[in-house]
T-cell receptor, first 114, second 110 residues
């Protein structure tokens, strides 16, 4: 089945530690995205990538880093510089032509900082 | 800043009733999309309406777009308990970034 796989589903981190969230897609989509969702709120864009080896900052990129070495993979690292990392993280992908179009989402990763 | 704002924030109805959610936005858009999110899950795309379209249907869903008022509505007809979820509008502007609203929490009571 085609789709987006995020792992882990739940993650606990101590303050000061970096943590990496995995996102893999087998939809052959060019574009991939990372969003953050806080309780009762909408999604905010962290980073996005339209092509391998290229990515752009979104609205809240501070304290996060990404890489796009393969078309299928777009991991997100939450660094110790992120002041309030506890949140629900969603990865998405889309066929990029001239616009974003429909986003396909993974099931999310919930990060809790202890 | 939020481009799309949904109204109401929460809506509770009985099974069989219709549910209407509204989305307002501030700047010109290329398209507007509606997504659904079950609690603790990822978002699922429902429907996309382009700026030159006024209405679209998909099953029990009807979406309208009024670009003069910068607003859209999502109507779910004959609602079911399984429609209980959060519903988000997302607007795509030139520059091709999707911006999400804060969502409407819909509860359909059996």
């Amino acid at each position: 089945d085609g789709g987006i796989t995020q792992s882990p589903k739940y993650l606990f981190r101590k303050e000061g530690q970096n943590v990496t969230l995995s996102c893999e897609q087998n939809l052959n989509h060019d574009a991939m995205y990372w969003y953050r969702q806080d309780p009762g709120q909408g999604l905010r864009l962290i980073y996005y990538s339209q092509i391998v080896n290229d990515f752009q900052k979104g609205d809240i990129a501070e304290g996060y880093s990404v890489s796009r070495e393969k078309k299928e993979s777009f991991p997100l690292t939450v660094t110790s510089a992120q002041k309030n990392p506890t949140a629900f993280y969603l990865c998405a992908s889309s066929i990029w032509v001239v616009s974003t179009g429909e986003l396909f989402f993974g099931e999310g990763s919930r990060l809790t900082v202890l | 800043s939020q481009q799309g704002e949904e109204d109401p924030q929460a809506l509770s109805i009985q099974e069989g009733e219709n549910a209407t959610m509204n989305c307002s936005y501030k700047t010109s858009i290329n398209n507007l999309q509606w997504y659904r999110q079950n609690s603790g899950r990822g978002l699922v795309h429902l429907i996309l309406i382009r700026s030159n379209e006024r209405e679209k249907h998909s099953g029990r869903l009807r979406v309208t777009l009024d670009t003069s008022k910068k607003s859209s509505s999502l109507l779910i007809t004959a609602s079911r308990a399984a429609d209980t979820a959060s519903y988000f509008c997302a607007t795509e502007t030139s520059g091709s970034r999707l911006t999400f609203g804060e969502g409407t929490q819909l509860t359909v009571n059996p």
